[in-house]
Structure formats: C-alpha cells, structure tokens
C-alpha cells in the first residue's frame, strides 16, 4: 500500500496517510487543501528491502568467517 507524507504549509504540522486516508481527506476539503498541504510519497518498501539486504550480506559474512575457521583447523 502507498504512504503519503501530508504537511501543513502553515504550522508544518506532519500526516502519514494511506492511500484510502489521503482519498478521504481529499474528499473532505479539496477545495483549501492545495493550499493549505503539500504531498509527498514515501516509500516503505525500500527500508524493508535493505533491511533484507543486510541480514543477507551479514550471515553470508558470519559463514564465510566460519568455513575459513573450519579450514584453518584442518
């Protein structure tokens, strides 16, 4: 699902909405809103992505680091 960051121009006063919240808004006062807020996508598929990333990269290091313990013993 999309997040949205909603500020208020005059307070900067922080919204994260959904997709459904931010339709909800919009319906509520489209009129002043475009003059009131700014949008701004926010991407959270990327953090949890490179949270995968790392725990990938970091037990693939912690194996590497034991293999070569292993061999070092033989």
Known sequence: ??????VNIHTNKVINLNYNEL????????????????????EKTNILKNIIAFLIVSCGSIALLMLGSILDKI
């Open 1 to 6: 699902m999309q997040h949205f960051k909603i």
């Open 23 to 42: 339709q909800t808004m919009l319906r509520a006062n489209r009129k002043d809103f475009f003059y009131n807020y700014t949008i701004q996508r926010i």
